[in-house]
């Protein structure tokens, strides 16, 4: 049986904490920000936990990385 490939595009951009959730980067920062609320730029620092539905979508992506 061949190994399968992990997608590269995934392996960029999304991380894997202890615990087997997916951290990623906020989105919504790249451009337009005169249009986005203050508080919306500060609240969209960082990572954040992507949701479940969301995961199991990226850990077919990545299937060493578990």
Same mark, same amino acid.
């Given at each position: 049986?061949? #190994?399968?490939? =992990? /997608?590269?595009?995934?392996?960029?951009?999304? !991380?894997?904490?202890?615990?087997?959730?997916?951290?990623?980067? @906020?989105?919504?920062?790249?451009h337009g920000m005169i #249009?986005?609320? =203050? /508080?919306?730029?500060?609240?969209?620092?960082? !990572?954040?936990?992507?949701d479940d539905s969301d995961?199991?979508? @990226?850990?077919?992506?990545?299937?060493?990385?578990?």
């Amino acid at each position: 049986m061949p #190994k399968m490939k =992990t /997608k590269s595009a995934a392996k960029k951009r999304f !991380t894997f904490t202890a615990n087997g959730h997916v951290k990623a980067g @906020v989105a919504g920062k790249r451009h337009g920000m005169i #249009k986005r609320t =203050t /508080k919306f730029i500060r609240q969209a620092t960082g !990572t954040m936990i992507l949701d479940d539905s969301d995961a199991k979508i @990226v850990k077919k992506y990545m299937p060493y990385n578990r």
